[in-house]
């Protein structure tokens, strides 16, 4: 079970392995689309990691990083395709973002430094983890831009924060407020994990 | 020539091909509901009061290519016409939805405005500024948003054309 609980914890793709920048910084202008996004990635990887973890003994590995990204463009394909029946509107947010997933760097890097050197089932739950860690990062990233931002936070239809807590300003959800509120986001990651350690 | 890793790729590329199409068939009909739906919302949204909605596909052929593209153009049975427009804003064409009948507007949404600044330009989604039409005959009446003027001036020009397409097309 390490491997479910190191993507949340000790090497957070976001916070510690510092992966898959650009959808971070893009679309977390609200908690509920780096949720959405992050559920993608945990799809994505709950279908690569198996399968490259599978295949690791039949694949030549002259050919493996192509092989590796025909699979994941076949499984963010599929994810795409199930967003946009299923979950309209965050697909029309998400926008160019969710294809993008093809060339997160995340899953390509799990599969090659993970799943095609440990069994399915590990690999299963490596991918779960990471996608979790993942999820749990950009909604955190994308919750405190939306509070400092417009002064209000909802996931789920719910408004979660009384309004007028803060007053709305524009620059968190401009490009620049994504770098700021990332390198404040990792700055109480780091001292809350320092204040833990003692 | 590594002909083993060739054919290994083709035959990964083909299965994957092959489970992708698996997917397209189960979502396809589930999308196209959803896309039927949301086209029938919105035009309920724009000209409330008809019965059903009638694509003129003869209208969208024949416009002329302008600065304001019209893009789709429904006529409500039993009156009043809906336009589908694509207005160049700040960052890209911003898709709007103007429904017309008397020669008022009846109802405006912007259906598409991604490519505007969020906080700024993108604020033309705001439901106060589609209000600010309602019932106009004309645009004259109706101010921009502060720091948004590229912004809701091509909302403006797409319900100004709206308008004018309709003096020309639409049932009395």
């Known amino acids: 079970m390490a491997e479910l609980w ?166 968190w959800t401009l490009p620049p407020g994504a770098f700021l509120t990332l390198g404040l986001v990792l700055a109480l990651v780091n001292y809350l994990e320092r204040r833990l350690k003692g | 020539m590594n002909w083993r890793g060739a054919l290994f790729l083709g035959v990964m590329a083909a299965l994957a091909g092959f489970s992708l199409s698996l997917v397209h068939q189960a979502t396809a009909p589930v999308l196209r509901r959803h896309l039927l739906a949301a086209e029938e919302a919105a035009l309920r949204e724009v000209l409330p009061g008809a019965a059903t909605y009638r694509y003129r596909t003869d209208l969208v052929k024949g416009a002329a290519g302008g600065k304001v593209r019209l893009v789709g153009a429904w006529e409500g049975i039993p009156s009043g016409m809906v336009y589908l427009l694509d207005s160049p804003g700040y960052g890209g064409p911003i898709r709007v939805m103007v429904g017309v009948r008397g020669g008022r507007i009846t109802g405006l949404r912007v259906v598409d405005s991604a490519k505007e600044t969020p906080g700024l330009g993108a604020r033309v989604r705001e439901s106060w500024f589609a209000g600010a039409f309602l019932g106009k005959h004309d645009t004259g009446g109706v101010g921009g948003i502060a720091s948004a003027t590229v912004s809701s001036r091509a909302v403006l020009r797409a319900a100004e054309t709206a308008l004018n397409l309709d003096r020309r097309f639409g049932r009395r």
């Open chain 1, 6 to 171: 190191r993507g949340l914890g000790k090497e957070n793709p976001t916070f510690r392995l510092f992966l898959g920048m650009c959808p971070t910084l893009a679309v977390t202008t609200a908690a509920r689309n780096g949720f959405w996004l992050g559920v993608a990635v945990i799809l994505v990887l709950s279908i690569t990691n198996p399968l490259v973890s599978l295949l690791r003994v039949v694949i030549p590995s002259s050919v493996r990083l192509p092989a590796f990204i025909l699979l994941i463009a076949a499984a963010v394909t599929a994810v795409d395709m199930l967003f946009h029946a299923f979950l309209p509107g965050m697909y029309a947010i998400l926008g160019i973002y969710l294809p993008l997933t093809v060339v997160n760097c995340l899953i390509l890097a799990r599969a090659e430094s993970f799943a095609s050197r440990n069994p399915p089932l590990s690999a299963w739950l490596d991918g779960l983890g990471m996608g979790l860690g993942f999820t749990l990062a950009l909604t955190l990233v994308g919750g405190v831009r939306e509070v400092l931002a417009g002064g209000k936070l909802t996931l789920g239809g719910a408004s979660l924060l009384p309004r007028g807590i803060f007053p709305p300003t524009l620059i």
